[in-house]
């Protein structure tokens, strides 16, 4: 069982990633995924969820308009678009998968909640 995000890199302010994270010996579309940032020094914070059932999405403010999760359960796999991006959204970034199945029916923001992770791969936007 293993989840493996990936696509992170160096950034200029303004810029654009899209992150992926693929799933291997389970199935992802039975649960919601979540994905977190950490930075140096500091907590690790989930920002978005997507549901497993319909799809719904839930963003933290901090990223809200900015960036878009998505999830393609044919692939196994999961995405992040990143859009307009900020120095302060330097961070190493993690999926995770929950088998809470839908966004709501849990704090997706804590990480406690989740049952498996990806290794995380690291942003940094920088000029």
């Known amino acids: 069982v293993q989840l493996q995000a990936s696509g992170g890199g160096l950034v200029q302010p303004g810029g654009s990633l899209r992150l992926s994270c693929a799933a291997s010996?389970?199935?992802?579309?039975?649960?919601?995924i979540g994905w977190f940032h950490q930075a140096p020094g500091k907590e690790r914070e989930g920002f978005s969820c997507?549901?497993?059932?319909?799809?719904?999405?839930y963003y933290a403010d901090s990223v809200k308009g900015r960036f878009t999760i998505s999830r393609d359960n044919a692939k196994n796999t999961a995405y992040l678009q990143m859009n307009s991006l900020k120095p302060e959204d330097t961070a190493v970034y993690y999926c995770?998968?929950?088998?809470?199945?839908?966004?709501?029916?849990?704090?997706?923001?804590?990480?406690?909640?989740?049952?498996?992770w990806g290794q995380g791969t690291l942003v940094t936007v920088s000029s």
């Open positions: 997507i549901s497993s059932n319909d799809g719904s999405t």
């Open positions: 010996g389970f199935t992802l579309d039975d649960y919601a």
């Open positions: 995770a998968a929950s088998a809470y199945y839908r966004c709501s029916g849990f704090q997706w923001s804590l990480k406690y909640e989740y049952d498996y």
